[in-house]
């Protein structure tokens, strides 16, 4: 959490439309047509993070489906039925007229889906360094202490969303996608540390197979440390428009 | 912690030809053990997967180990929630469990965690030459909880493939990857004329399949293809020319 973060200040915005690039093959087995339309918000931020070019930071990704697959061309939107989504999540889907995604992947609540996403405080052990497509965390940095974010708020104006943050409110249209440089944070974050290793195997003597085991040699040596350093949060609202809800099936 | 140090088994494999790597697969739990490790998918893709970069001159041997006995190193809440965050959790908790074994895992090579509490894979990233299985002890960990034996072994081998591959050295090298973060090692995936999609695409048929120099445009998705594309074996093999110097 920034000391006072209501009165922080944007310092960039950027308002690019079209950046989804649709396609009609989602690639979803069995998909069965609920019927349902529905306004699709999604909300997620990644984290420049500053540090000197010979310091690797310790970074972790994940490899999962994603809630749901969207082809704007196509107007759809289908829930993988790998994904995180429960059942009350696609209900929600379903009987909502405006959802919105937090696809941080770094909130303590996760991506689930809500009505309505109001302003709060997350407190977070992992930084997005970079998005997917699709807004997943393409992989993290690891903190080394916690620290606490604001997630904007958004509501629905019309076919609009209303994305306040701080003291600040936006207008984002459908199609359109609203980025956000908020100020420079101080961290800490993990890195990793290097040593050649010098001695014989790191397995004991007597574990396993000794006769197979034995060829296998020491790891180099990794450690772990810390560094202080400047991240900047980098926010972005898009709004993908009145989509028709399919639900994926194995 | 257990009392007496876990010992591993010899799953396959014959070490001794270089370029090599050791996979050593670790269960979550005796159930993990008993329907994924012991004869199981898990066991069976990494096998497999190992046989293909040896196949393809990528890996000159290998070394694929189990731990038989193993105390559970999934946190009490592991699984409790289903999202990224979550598989991230599994992550740390399978760091400190290798953590408390470094007698385990001082050994060079990819340290597998195998869980039942989610869906999909994770584990550090392996974009440095430093962070791959050819030279440092790699952690990884892969979810069984889909209970889908073709998907499970698909997700088995794309995080084996992470182990393997090195974005960063493939970007100062080769034509498969311009630059970029580790995602691009799944750009080496496909979907395959049939639909069905490769290891390292899994979950990206519909973005990171699509493009890349290695991909082919085909987005339908019907299921799942165990074999790497030859894209990804030859980003394995580039890997190792460069941590063994061309001479593994």
């Given at each position: 959490m920034s000391d006072d973060p209501v009165s922080v200040t944007r310092r960039d915005v950027v308002r690019t439309g079209g950046v989804l690039g649709g396609?009609?093959?989602?690639?979803?087995?069995?998909t069965a047509s609920a019927g349902t339309t529905t306004r699709v918000v999604e909300v997620a931020a990644e984290f420049a993070v500053d540090a000197p070019e010979d310091v690797r930071l310790r970074t972790l990704h994940v490899d999962g489906a994603p809630p749901y697959r969207v082809a704007t061309d196509d107007g759809l939107l289908v829930s993988d039925p790998y994904g995180p989504l429960t059942a009350a999540d696609r209900s929600l889907l379903d009987d909502a007229a405006f959802v919105v995604r937090d696809a941080v992947g770094v909130a303590a609540s996760g991506d689930r889906l809500a009505t309505t996403l109001t302003a709060r405080d997350e407190t977070v052990r992992r930084l997005p360094r970079r998005l997917a497509?699709?807004?997943?965390?393409?992989y993290a940095v690891r903190l080394a202490a916690p620290l606490d974010v604001r997630v904007p708020s958004v509501t629905r104006v019309g076919e609009a969303a209303r994305v306040t943050l701080g003291s600040d409110r936006y207008r984002v249209p459908p199609g359109e996608t609203l980025t956000l440089e908020r100020p420079e944070r101080t961290v800490t974050v993990e890195r990793r540390t290097v040593r050649e290793a010098d001695g014989a195997s790191g397995l004991a003597a007597d574990t396993g197979d000794p006769a197979a085991l034995a060829d296998v040699p020491p790891a180099v040596e990794t450690g772990t440390a810390e560094l202080h350093t400047a991240v900047t949060p980098v926010v972005r609202v898009r709004n993908l428009g009145r989509l028709t809800v399919e639900h994926g099936r194995r | 912690m257990a009392d007496t140090t876990p010992n591993f088994d010899l799953l396959a494999g014959e070490?001794?030809?270089?370029p090599r790597a050791a996979v050593f697969l670790y269960p979550a739990d005796d159930a993990v053990y008993d329907e994924w490790v012991d004869d199981g998918p898990v066991a069976e893709a990494v096998v497999d997967g190992l046989d293909q970069f040896v196949e393809y001159g990528a890996l000159g041997g290998y070394a694929a180990f189990t731990l038989a006995e193993s105390e559970p190193f999934?946190?009490?809440?592991?699984?409790?929630e289903y999202d990224d965050a979550t598989k991230a959790a599994f992550v740390d908790a399978f760091e400190a469990y290798t953590e408390r074994h470094p007698e385990l895992c001082g050994a060079r090579g990819l340290h597998y965690g195998v869980a039942g509490g989610f869906d999909g894979g994770g584990g550090f990233s392996a974009d440095e030459l430093d962070e791959l299985a050819f030279s440092t002890n790699c952690r990884m960990v892969v979810g069984?909880?889909?209970?889908d034996a073709a998907r499970v072994e698909a997700f088995t081998k794309q995080e084996l493939g992470h182990a393997l591959v090195s974005y960063r050295h493939l970007a100062e090298?080769?034509?498969?990857?311009?630059?970029?973060?580790?995602?691009?090692?799944?750009?080496?995936g496909v979907v395959y004329p049939s639909g069905e999609v490769s290891p390292m695409a899994v979950t990206y048929h519909d973005s990171h399949a699509a493009h890349g120099p290695c991909g082919n445009g085909r987005l339908h998705f019907r299921g799942y293809n165990p074999n790497y594309t030859d894209c990804t074996k030859m980003a394995v093999k580039r890997t190792a020319e460069a941590v063994f110097g061309g001479e593994g």
């Open positions: 396609s009609s093959l989602l690639g979803v087995v069995g497509p699709d807004y997943r965390a393409a | 070490f001794g030809r270089r999934v946190a009490d809440d592991g699984g409790a069984t909880a889909s209970e090298t080769s034509v498969l990857v311009e630059n970029g973060s580790h995602m691009h090692e799944h750009d080496t």
